[in-house]
């Protein structure tokens, strides 16, 4: 997990690396921002996202809650109010229901209920999806709840140099963002990060895999397997192209046309629910602006409209490679 | 004790557990009687001058006026809902007239007399119960936050803001022109919400500067405080680590005076305070409820001996602080208030349609103009057609 140094001044990071490294970096470069959670002082989070950084930064402003999520996003907010940048961790996703009354009445409301007097610049970062073993309320994707209140920014990140500069331009943001870190991502992969690089807005969605038979859209923990769906595709000569949303809300929809128009094919792919998840809304977007180039419907692969199962069987639940494969059989046979 | 009857479980558990709640009944401070008297308490005893009193008296007539023209507005049609205070004149004078300018207030969407002690114009209040905004004052500039209408949710905005002020070093330096505190209100009804029980928790982990000033008008529209609470309200406070103290809420000396100490106690660094305020809400919840559904007016009327403004009155005409001149001229300042809430009212204008796409984000995506700019061509076309 330690990260090494080459001689370029780039660096190989983990997905927990980078949100760290970014974390510390925001900390750095404003001391206006706080971090604040269940055990994300000494423990450094039960993911370790913010390792070592109570130790350098203090417990001013890496303050260990008390373990009331509705209570840490309510402080929160006093704290924006006193002209603050506090970044919350809700240690699972499934445990943010408790704060959700705070989050979608107060926090994605104050500043249209102030005519803009009252910033709200705070940023909740949630560990989502599944895919770790976990008991009940560990793995889950609330991302169309808060996608689906005004006020609220809501990205995702899928790898860890996304990870570094995403959490630092969220924190930057001046509305309050929900920032989604696939979990099972954490430790995975690696990747070459380069500090001084310049990187792409937050609010913007990238083409991660180019093609031109069909398009997979996907964002999180999904984007991985849709790059393996479309490498294993490539074997028996399909090209497909991945698209990265990055940013639930706002949508960047403009890659996404450009796509859909060439490939005439989509298909959506997302952990969470189906039934009025990201997908349906994406589906419909994609029915009204690009119609006539759509050779199929927009397909949708996700979790099934059950909750979260039990996890021995949570690889049924999720979508994996052979499912996207089996949308996108689907789509061109349309 | 046999385990064969349950029965026998009952006074058993007392003796090994204790009461269910402290011996004695509640001790309430007081420093005027109902009866106008003024009366001394060992710690919470002030001195206030003829002006002070003159001014706090002067806040609940005018207080009280702004309540009764809202209430004959809503029924004029002129608001679409007005929550009232009638009766709860004294705890917010007290609570509000005891703020330093550095001091941060965040209310319900009851404190109309502590939003006229932090200088808000009474008909920013009216805009928000007429449907033209959702609070126009500014909270940085007034110390004074939104209405916030989710009951309960501002006492952790509230927490969270001092705890922001501890950062900035304005708490426990000992410059009573820097140290600075927060005020979180909320009712009876709120005390049984979570939001308002974490906050409790959060404020005495961290020893926020927080004053945390339940007016207890003993409903929660049609409920009793005795389906919230089992205990004095204030009792609950020592269980979460802070003191807790029970105030008359109908006496503004004494309401204003514990107010003060709780307000100092949080500046000089030692943490949160309960205020019960112990008062009666005279009128309905809003103009939409009927209490006589619910209520007997026995109790309304045993309330009203202990009117928080009379008293005041009568101590002041027997002491020879008012003569008949200033109560005319108080009458005639609060009939002049009345006459231009009327009018400001009635004045106010709808806001442009458009203005409800304003202040979604600091910083407005894509989509969301483009749907303000489809609305604007779309109403663009009836005039168009016209």
């Keep these: 997990m330690a990260a090494a140094h080459d001689t370029q001044g780039t660096r190989t990071i983990t997905l927990a690396k980078g949100l760290n490294a970014g974390l510390r970096r925001a900390m750095e470069d404003d001391p206006k921002v706080l971090l604040m959670g269940e055990d994300v002082g000494k423990l450094g989070g039960v993911f370790r996202i913010t390792d070592g950084l109570q130790k350098d930064f203090g417990e001013d402003r890496v303050i260990d809650s008390p373990l009331a999520e509705s209570g840490i996003v309510g402080t929160a907010v006093g704290l924006a109010m006193r002209g603050y940048r506090p970044v919350v961790e809700i240690q699972f996703d499934g445990f943010v229901y408790p704060a959700y009354d705070q989050i979608v009445c107060q926090v994605a409301k104050i500043h249209y209920r102030s005519r803009g007097r009252v910033p709200m610049p705070i940023v909740i970062r949630i560990p989502f999806g599944g895919g770790i073993g976990a008991v009940e309320h560990h793995s889950e994707s609330p991302e169309a709840q808060f996608a689906h209140t005004p006020g609220l920014k809501v990205v995702a990140c899928s790898n860890p140099v996304d990870g570094y500069w995403m959490i630092q331009q969220a924190i930057a943001c001046d509305d309050p963002v929900v920032f989604l870190e696939p979990k099972r991502q954490y430790h995975a992969d690696k990747a070459e990060l380069d500090e001084a690089a310049r990187p792409e807005p937050l609010f913007a969605s990238r083409v991660v895999r180019a093609g031109t038979d069909a398009t997979l859209i996907a964002y999180g923990p999904t984007v991985k397997t849709c790059l393996a ?35 005439g094919r989509a298909v959506v792919v997302h952990e969470a629910h189906v039934n009025l998840g990201l997908g349906a809304e994406l589906a419909a977007r994609l029915t009204e602006q690009c119609f006539y180039s759509l050779e199929a419907p927009v397909l949708r692969v996700g979790g099934f409209d059950a909750p979260y199962p039990a996890s021995r069987i949570e690889e049924d639940f999720l979508p994996d490679l052979d499912r996207v494969l089996d949308a996108v059989d689907r789509s061109l046979e349309f | 004790m046999s385990t064969t009857h349950p029965g026998a479980f009952g006074p058993d558990l007392v003796e090994v557990f204790g009461p269910q ?12 009687t109902p009866e106008g008297e003024r009366v001394h308490h060992p710690e919470f005893d002030l001195d206030f001058s003829a002006d002070q009193l003159r001014g706090l008296y002067r806040d609940m007539v005018l207080t009280r006026r702004i309540d009764t023209e809202a209430t004959a507005l809503q029924r004029h049609g002129e608001l679409g809902i007005w929550a009232q205070l009638l009766g709860q004149e004294a705890a917010q004078i007290g609570a509000g007239r005891a703020l330093r300018p550095q001091d941060f207030v965040f209310p319900t969407y009851r404190e109309h007399g502590v939003a006229w002690c932090r200088g808000i114009d009474p008909l920013q209040l009216l805009g928000l119960f007429r449907g033209v905004d959702h609070g126009s004052w500014d909270p940085q500039a007034t110390g004074f936050g939104l209405y916030t209408i989710v009951i309960g949710a501002q006492t952790l905005h509230a927490t969270g803001y001092a705890m922001g002020m501890q950062r900035d070093g304005v708490v426990g330096t000992g410059d009573p022109d820097r140290d600075a505190a927060v005020v979180a209100h909320f009712g009876d009804g709120a005390s049984s919400q979570g939001d308002v029980n974490e906050a409790f928790i959060f404020a005495a982990s961290y020893q926020a500067p927080v004053v945390f000033f339940c007016q207890n008008n003993q409903w929660a529209i049609s409920e009793p405080i005795e389906r919230q609470s089992r205990i004095p309200l204030y009792q609950r406070a020592l269980g979460f680590g802070f003191p807790g103290i029970r105030v008359d809420g109908n006496d503004v000396l004494a309401t204003y005076a514990v107010t003060q100490a709780a307000l100092q106690r949080a500046r000089d660094g030692q943490g949160p305070t309960f205020v019960e305020a112990y008062t009666y809400r005279m009128g309905a919840h809003t103009t939409t409820d009927d209490p006589t559904r619910y209520r007997l007016s026995d109790d309304l009327e045993s309330w009203k001996l202990k009117d928080p403004i009379a008293r005041v009155e009568v101590y002041l005409r027997r002491n020879g602080l008012v003569d008949d001149a200033f109560v005319a001229e108080l009458k005639a300042e609060a009939d002049e208030l009345g006459h231009t809430l009327r009018e400001g009212c009635k004045a106010m204008r709808d806001p442009d349609p458009l203005s409800l796409f304003d202040h979604v984000y600091a910083d407005v995506p894509p989509e969301l103009a483009a749907q303000r700019d489809g609305y604007a061509a779309y109403l663009a076309s009836f005039e168009e057609a016209r």
């Excluded at chain 1, 479309?230 to 990055?246: F, K």
């Excluded at chain 2, 709640?21 to 005027?32: F, S």
Aim: hydrophobic letters at 45%; proline letters at 6%.
């Design chain 2, 21 to 32: 709640q402290a011996d004695g009944g509640p001790e309430l401070v007081q420093l005027l």
């Design chain 1, 229 to 263: 769906a479309a490498q294993a595709a490539a074997t028996e000569g399909r090209s497909l192209e991945v698209i990265d949303l990055r940013t639930l809300s706002p949508l960047d929809l403009a890659p996404v046309l450009e796509s859909v128009r060439r490939t």
